[in-house]
């Protein structure tokens, strides 16, 4: 006969098992004496745990040990000297410097290498001995001139 494990009897007595293990646990209890009285010792342990009320922290004990350890972490810590000064915070960042200096430098490339826009090419529209008609992209100039 295989006596189921003692942490099975334990959780039987508490209820914690699955339903597969507890009806194994349950049908050999019932012919097994041994286990039959771990299991009544497990019910009186959990009975008795039951019982006793759980302890009720004393709030106003726990806030003074916790004053008292503050205190005592910012005494220790002023007690350490400081081993280096904090790093001053400076402008200057390497990185963003670089990151700006691409970007003028592509800007620049841009404007210099970009493409050559067609000029506007004045057309003649028309040609009267003293004045001149002239067409650049609809803005009609006209001159006036007096030859002798
Ligand atoms: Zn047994």
Redesign the pocket.
């Known amino acids: 006969?295989?006596?189921?494990p003692e942490q099975d009897l334990a959780l039987y007595a508490t209820k914690d098992l699955t339903f597969f293990s507890r009806l194994s646990v349950s049908r050999?209890?019932r012919?097994?004496?041994?286990?039959?009285e771990?299991l009544h010792d497990y019910r009186e342990i959990t009975a008795d745990l039951a019982l006793s009320e759980p302890e009720i922290p004393d709030w106003d004990n726990l806030a003074g040990e916790m004053r008292a350890n503050i205190r005592l972490g910012l005494e220790a810590g002023a007690c350490v000297p400081s081993v280096a000064p904090a790093p001053a915070v400076s402008w200057f960042n390497p990185r963003l410097a670089l990151a700006m200096a691409s970007l003028m430098f592509l800007l620049g490339a841009g404007i210099i290498l970009r493409p050559d826009q067609p000029k506007p090419v004045p057309t003649v529209v028309a040609s009267q001995q003293q004045s001149v008609k002239v067409d650049t992209e609809g803005v009609t100039i006209t001159n006036v001139f007096y030859m002798e």
Do not use: I
Not at 1 to 4: D, E, G, I, N
């Open positions: 006969m295989s006596h189921p050999h209890v012919t097994c004496q041994a286990c039959a771990a």
